[in-house]
């Protein structure tokens, strides 16, 4: 199996909040594709540079578990173009780790 964890910003760039409405689109999205989806509540807190800009991110967490086939893979990384233009980011933070359920 593998966990696909994805970090999606509460807030834009110019300090407004995001929208609820797209945390449940993409929610639905990701459960239509996957089957189901995990979201930590708790912010995660990011700072990062670029082009000599110091960006800070207040994120949250949604945790894909799915078969490590190259579907999968193709599926979030297309999925992930959609976030980036949806959330108005330059990047969308996207992480894999293989796992096993005991």
Known sequence: MIRFEILLPLFYNDG?????????????????????????????????????????????????DVEDKPENWQAVRTFKETLKTRFDQLDIWITAHRIEVV
């Open 16 to 64: 407004r909040p995001v929208e609820r409405e797209k945390f449940l689109q993409t929610d639905d999205e990701l459960v239509q594709l996957f089957g189901a989806t995990s979201t930590d509540t708790v912010a995660v807190r990011g700072r990062w540079l670029y082009q000599s800009t110091l960006y800070q991110d207040q994120l949250i967490r949604v945790r894909l």
